[in-house]
């Protein structure tokens, strides 16, 4: 005989928030682990460590503003003095981003609510998008306000300020579709950590063995374009078209055309956003 028992089920009557709230969700959810929010201790270590290193330029730079009325790192050069540890951040974070979904293979339960690829997607790269910014732009805004407090002579270079903020961003942009692109090829952590982190090396070691390569052969204009192979004197060299400020590449050397550059950075952008949809694309596909 069989029986039959009530165990409460009802129908969910409360507002449907819809895809867009799914969407923030989840790269609110994706911006959280990058800094370790809501995980144990040791998953903050590193995020807030190497925050902590990007600030402490700007903390110099104050000082030598407030004792010595001198600025200190330019605020258009300041991504590519700290470019090291920018790659080290996103080669530490943007596995905790793509690979426990993988690990876990959790993404057809995201994927059966109202939620595509591309959205997925987008979360993702957003997430790590603003990280990166608030990497860059934080120490950035640091040093601005205490050029203001210190009233250096003549007036403050608000402008250079605002141009360096928008090439975060379009840095972050860059740095997070090929970090996690790169990342999102393993579960494993750690090997997604190593691949970023050995793209990162490569190109910058490469670029200036083949710009004076180049140089020296006399193919001047050739080995201009060798350091777009770096992500930050891409950005740099965009940005000296932009705003003219000066270069700071390795010995100041010449980039190639600014328009140029600027079609290299969006085709790359493109591309690591057309390999990271793919990627997920197969993976949701298993």
């Given at each position: 005989m069989s029986e039959i028992y009530?165990?409460?089920?009802?129908?969910?009557?409360?507002?449907?928030?819809?895809?867009?709230?799914?969407?923030?969700?989840?790269?609110?959810?994706?911006?959280?682990?990058?800094?370790?929010?809501?995980r144990p201790a040791r998953s903050k270590i590193v995020p807030f460590a190497l925050a902590a290193i990007m600030v402490l330029p700007s903390i110099v730079g104050i000082a030598l503003m407030a004792l010595a009325q001198q600025r200190g790192i330019p605020y258009s050069g300041f991504a590519v003095v700290m470019q090291a540890v920018v790659a080290i951040f996103l080669a530490a974070q943007a596995p905790t981003v793509v690979a426990p979904d993988l690990r876990y293979r959790v993404l057809p339960l995201y994927l059966s609510r109202p939620v595509t690829i591309a959205e997925y997607v987008g979360a993702k790269v957003a997430a790590m998008t603003v990280a990166v910014f608030a990497l860059i732009a934080v120490p950035l805004t640091l040093t601005y306000l205490?050029?203001?407090v210190v009233d250096m002579p003549g007036p403050p270079a608000t402008g250079e300020y605002f141009g360096a903020l928008?090439?975060?961003?379009?840095?972050?942009?860059?740095?997070?579709?090929?970090?996690?692109a790169l990342a999102s090829f393993t579960p494993r952590r750690g090997l997604g950590v190593a691949s970023v982190i050995t793209v990162y090396l490569l190109s910058s070691a490469s670029v200036p063995i083949i710009y004076g390569s180049l140089y020296s052969t006399g193919n001047e204009s050739a080995a201009a374009w060798a350091w777009l192979a770096n992500p930050f004197w891409l950005v740099d060299s965009?940005?000296?078209?932009?705003?003219?400020?000066?270069?700071?590449?390795?010995?100041?050397?010449?980039y190639p055309s600014g328009p140029a550059s600027a079609v290299v950075l969006v085709l790359l952008i493109a591309l690591g956003l057309a390999a990271l949809g793919l990627r997920y694309r197969k993976a949701a596909a298993r």
């Open positions: 009530d165990i409460g089920y009802r129908h969910y009557d409360g507002p449907r928030l819809g895809r867009g709230y799914s969407t923030r969700a989840l790269a609110v959810h994706s911006l959280r682990g990058v800094f370790g929010l809501g205490g050029e203001l928008l090439m975060a961003l379009l840095l972050a942009v860059l740095l997070s579709a090929f970090g996690l965009v940005q000296v078209w932009l705003f003219g400020t000066p270069p700071h590449s390795i010995e100041s050397a010449a």
